[in-house]
T-cell receptor, first 111, second 112 residues
Framework: GQQVMQIPQYQHVQEGEDFTTYCNSS?????IQWYKQRPGGHPVFLIQ???SGEVKKQKRLTFQFGEAKKNSSLHITATQTTDVGTYFC???????????WGAGTKLIIKP | NAGVTQTPKFQVLKTGQSMTLQCAQD?????MYWYRQDPGMGLRLIYY???????DKGEVPNGYNVSRLNKREFSLRLESAAPSQTSVYFC???????????FGPGTRLTVT
């Protein structure tokens, strides 16, 4: 079935450094959603991107949807300890309402 | 609003035992979902209910059954638990098919 590739699997950063995770699809998407899961917690819906080239910001988080609607990124500026967790993208195709989940990128803050 | 609630939070079963995981949402959402998440892995869809009265298989339905009891409640049943079903089970719901999903806190199930 259709897959969404999410990279990297892990990213180790010093507190204050930036973090970016990418999702790529081989097909054009209807929309893409981003979720955060804290260690031991449940996924929490962050945002949905629908339009080609869309950019949305939530404080230090910037979400982008590619012009071709096949890729997306989440960028966190100046990471803080509260940002620790796994970030998942979840894509939706035009023909199918079910979400196609990326494998997640785990953000680890180096001590 | 409690959002999405799940019971129990933790459960240990012996191989061959059965149990039902309960999920309820108070957001008047139409669609409900059951996922499993194995350690260090992503989410896999077990079953979903697009609306009250309908249920459909997801990616990994074998060994499970579901019931959409009413608009609020969606239960997941393991008829004969196996060690391969050791996982964290999340219930989720959403209003429309293209909305974000809202997750419950999860049930941590161990099958010995």
């Amino acid at each position: 079935g259709q897959q969404v590739m999410q990279i990297p699997q892990y990213q180790h950063v010093q507190e204050g450094e930036d973090f970016t995770t990418y999702c790529n699809s081989s097909t054009t998407l209807s929309n893409i959603q981003w979720y955060k899961q804290r260690p031991g917690g449940h996924p929490v819906f962050l945002i949905q991107l629908v339009k080609s080239g869309e950019v949305k910001k939530q404080k230090r988080l910037t979400f982008q949807f590619g012009e071709a609607k096949k890729n997306s990124s989440l960028h966190i500026t100046a990471t803080q300890t509260t940002d620790v967790g796994t970030y998942f993208c979840a894509a939706q195709e035009y023909s199918n309402y079910q979400l196609i989940w990326g494998a997640g990128t785990k953000l680890i803050i180096k001590p | 609003n409690a959002g999405v609630t799940q019971t129990p939070k933790f459960q240990v079963l012996k191989t061959g035992q059965s149990m039902t995981l309960q999920c309820a949402q108070d957001m008047n959402h139409n669609s409900m979902y059951w996922y499993r998440q194995d350690p260090g892995m992503g989410l896999r869809l077990i079953y979903y209910s697009a609306s009250e009265g309908t249920t459909d298989k997801g990616e990994v339905p074998n060994g499970y059954n579901v019931s959409r009891l009413n608009k609020r409640e969606f239960s997941l049943r393991l008829e004969s638990a196996a060690p391969s079903q050791t996982s964290v089970y999340f219930c989720a719901s959403r209003w429309e098919p293209r909305d974000g999903q809202y997750f419950g806190p999860g049930t941590r199930l161990t099958v010995t």
